[in-house]
């Protein structure tokens, strides 16, 4: 099983920045897919980004040109930066980690508002 820690999240005004970081309690340079994901009130909890082993990414179209996911194997980390946030990005932010299972970190809050 893999223990995940999300830090980096906070409240942001609308055009503002946020770096979001995962890191892993084993070496993620197996791990095939790594993602974010984030759920907001009252809505069901859906996938923002997800990286490869081999470093390929893919996104929501809602955060397409704005999130950007990236994986430091040395440091066991996955970054999430995101700019140009809006209103609608806030929600709590999970990490997630698939291997044999999903395993999932606590999440972090992210909001926001003016």
């Known amino acids: 099983q893999v223990q995940l820690v999300e830090s980096g999240g906070g409240l942001v005004q609308p055009g503002g920045s946020l770096r979001l970081s995962c890191a892993a309690s084993?070496?993620?340079?197996?791990?095939?897919?790594m993602g974010w994901y984030r759920q907001a009130p009252g809505k069901q909890r859906e996938l923002v980004a997800v990286?490869?082993?081999?470093?390929?990414?893919n996104y929501a179209d809602s955060v397409k040109g704005r999130f950007t996911i990236s994986r430091d194997n040395a440091k066991n980390t996955v970054y999430l930066q995101m700019t140009s946030l809006k209103p609608e990005d806030t929600a709590v932010y999970y990490c997630?980690?698939?291997?044999?299972?999903?395993?999932w970190g606590q999440g972090t809050q992210v909001t926001v508002s003016s």
């Open positions: 997630n980690a698939r291997t044999l299972q999903d395993n």
């Open positions: 084993v070496s993620i340079f197996s791990i095939n897919f």
């Open positions: 990286i490869t082993r081999g470093s390929s990414t």
